[in-house]
T-cell receptor, first 115, second 116 residues
Framework: AQSVAQPEDQVNVAEGNPLTVKCTYS??????LFWYVQYPNRGLQFLLKYITGDNLVKGSYGFEAEFNKSQTSFHLKKPSALVSDSALYFC?????????????FGAGTRLFVKA | DGGITQSPKYLFRKEGQNVTLSCEQN?????MYWYRQDPGQGLRLIYYSQIVNDFQKGDIAEGYSVSREKKESFPLTVTSAQKNPTAFYLC???????????????FGPGTRLTVL
């Protein structure tokens, strides 16, 4: 079965410092991986995805993610955190066990950026 | 949240009542989804629809029902059989041109349902 794990419930970082939000996955074939962000009482917004190609994927709002096949990880990163980055972040993987129409989401990691 | 609207934003239900949550999209997407979000948990799939007049149960379909009579609309009914319906409900869609496997989901702003 396909799955995704976010080992940290919460990440705290000071404004201006680099941030990393961790994600690991388990899939039976090639992984199609996604990151989404959710602000309070809002829907999720797409940040970036990895389908194939370059292991470093760049996305919205200065975020990037590094795909590491050997470690089965897809960590979200940003060189310099902003207070406005504080939100709930979800890693997700496309579920090919059900034909690719379903997405499996991690439990989410809450990011706090302190001024 | 562009392209997907959900209404109402807040909804209160009494015990034993059925309520219907609206989801409309103008993105011309074939596939639509309903998720439930509880505090401290990820999104759990309730129902999804790949095409008009067709839908499949997700992981937590019990106590819920859906219809897909139009491409733009995918309403969710929370029935009295759902024992713990208080949650945040999210509707989403995926464009299937080029293959849905590659495409990201677009989400609506959500409906917060509270049982009184």
């Amino acid at each position: 079965a396909q799955s995704v794990a976010q080992p940290e419930d919460q990440v705290n970082v000071a404004e201006g410092n680099p941030l990393t939000v961790k994600c690991t996955y388990s899939v039976s074939g090639n992984p199609y991986l996604f990151w989404y962000v959710q602000y309070p009482n809002r829907g999720l917004q797409f940040l970036l995805k990895y389908i194939t190609g370059d292991n470093l994927v760049k996305g919205s709002y200065g975020f990037e993610a590094e795909f590491n096949k050997s470690q089965t990880s897809f960590h979200l990163k940003k060189p310099s955190a902003l207070v406005s980055d504080s939100a709930l972040y979800f890693c997700a993987v496309r579920d090919f066990d059900t034909g690719g129409f379903k997405t499996i989401f991690g439990a989410g990691t809450r990011l706090f950026v302190k001024a | 949240d562009g392209g997907i609207t959900q209404s109402p934003k807040y909804l209160f239900r009494k015990e034993g009542q059925n309520v219907t949550l609206s989801c409309e999209q103008n993105l011309n997407h074939d596939a639509m989804y309903w998720y439930r979000q509880d505090p401290g948990q990820g999104l759990r799939l309730i129902y999804y629809s790949q095409i008009v007049n067709d839908f499949q149960k997700g992981d937590i379909a019990e106590g819920y029902s859906v219809s897909r009579e139009k491409k733009e609309s995918f309403p969710l009914t929370v029935t009295s059989a759902q024992k713990n319906p208080t949650a945040f409900y999210l509707c989403a869609s995926i464009g299937t041109s080029g293959g849905s496997s590659y495409n990201e989901q677009f989400f609506g702003p959500g409906t917060r349902l509270t049982v009184l």
